[in-house]
């Protein structure tokens, strides 16, 4: 049985992502009665092809990152170098990705209701709100990143592409998925605050009909359409209030796209903060 940093025994892999490998594990120092608190998701990335000082850099963010203390966001516990490879530990979240909940949902013919899309919505508005607050960008906002723990949303591998990617490299940004990839981006105009706001955006949508905002045959057809297509309209199903606040977060124009700040105040938004508090 492989135990890594002499303290986290691998129970089993949960899969794989475009930067490693990710386990399930236990915490064998954990002290804390609640044995569920002992499982934890460590994530092993090959680092053969980082310099001695991009390592060193990539240590140094995961320190802040662990800094990081918000309950829609995954908790970072630990980060280590373990022989070829660099190692990040976090918080485990039992209910699977949210990919994972649409893709049963379409098999089973379900919507979720728009109570459950603006609980969930609101809950990433506020975790992109709090890393932006800290300068913090996402820059891989995507369904099979976000968690489910005790019906909560969790935002994860927030920061980490930053840590693998150094910079914006376009190289590695199209070997992701592009679904969620704003029209600067993909312009080579840069990433921003903003690219992070138009990526929920594409999330809000997803979670209310099952399909990506954007979608085509093939990976160009996907581009045109983020860059050249008209941003879609939610079924009527759906208030004309979360509608427009869809339309306002798909807003080509990362200037004229609102902030998450500016989000939190629309009437919708903030009345829901007040009843879920
Ligand atoms: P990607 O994001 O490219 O899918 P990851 O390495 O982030 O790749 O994730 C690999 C697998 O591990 C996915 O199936 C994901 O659902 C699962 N996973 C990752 N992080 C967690 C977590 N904190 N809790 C539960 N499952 C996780
Ligand atoms: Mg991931």
């Known amino acids: ?93 039992e209910g699977g990705d949210l990919d994972m909940s649409i893709q049963e949902y379409k098999k089973s013919n379900k919507k979720f209701d728009e109570s459950t899309v603006l609980d969930w919505f609101v809950q990433l508005l506020l975790a992109v709100h709090y890393m932006h607050s800290r300068r913090v960008l996402h820059r891989d906002l995507k369904t099979r990143n976000i968690f489910l723990k005790k019906n ?44 992070d706001v138009w990526s929920i955006g594409c999330i809000l949508y997803e979670m209310c009909t099952l399909d990506h905002a954007f979608d085509g045959k093939s990976l160009m057809a996907v581009m045109y359409k983020i860059v050249e297509g008209d941003p879609p309209d939610l079924p009527s199903k759906y208030s004309k209030e979360l509608n427009k606040v869809l339309k306002l977060m798909l807003n080509k124009d990362p200037e004229k796209r609102p902030s998450a700040t500016e989000l939190i105040k629309i009437p919708l938004i903030s009345s829901h903060i007040a009843k879920m508090s």
């Open 1 to 93: 049985q492989r135990i890594l940093a002499n303290r986290y025994q691998v129970i089993r892999k949960l899969g794989k992502g475009n930067f490693g490998t990710a386990y399930l594990c236990k915490d064998l120092r954990n002290k804390s009665a609640d044995e569920e608190n002992a499982l934890k998701v460590l994530k092993e990335i090959s680092v053969g092809d980082l310099q001695p000082d991009e390592t060193v850099d990539a240590m140094h963010e995961a320190k802040l990152l662990s800094k990081l203390d918000h309950p829609s966001i995954v908790q970072f516990h630990d980060s280590f170098i373990d022989g070829e490879y660099f190692c990040i530990v976090t918080e485990y979240c």
């Open 152 to 195: 909560m949303v969790k935002i994860g591998d927030f920061g980490i592409s930053r840590i693998l990617m150094g910079t914006t490299d376009l190289a590695s940004t199209f070997t992701g998925t592009p679904y969620y990839m704003s029209p600067e981006v993909l312009k080579h105009e840069g990433y921003n605050s903003k690219s």
